[in-house]
């Protein structure tokens, strides 16, 4: 599993069109840490613990999280 981006978590919020307080319900972190996350456009200053509970409350949102594999991470719907 790939380490996702600041960037790629607040492109993933707006795909889904959640609040940044919805986001943080959802993955049971505070909203000081997803702002913290959402500030770096590289990997977050967070904890990884943290940053797994972000990204699994993403993907369960239907996010699919693309690796940088040439031409940038990014992110996309499930299919």
Not at 16 to 33: D, K, M, N, Y
Not at 41 to 61: M, S
Request: avoid cysteine.
């Amino acid at each position: 599993m790939s380490v996702i981006t600041g960037a790629q978590i607040r492109a993933a919020r707006a795909l889904v069109r959640w609040s940044a307080e919805e986001l943080a319900s959802t993955a049971s972190v505070g909203l000081s840490t997803i702002r913290r996350a959402e500030a770096e456009d590289g990997p977050p200053t967070i904890t990884a613990a943290n940053l797994k509970l972000i990204r699994i409350a993403l993907e369960g949102a239907g996010i699919d999280f693309i690796p940088e594999n040439g031409g940038g991470v990014g992110v996309r719907f499930k299919k």
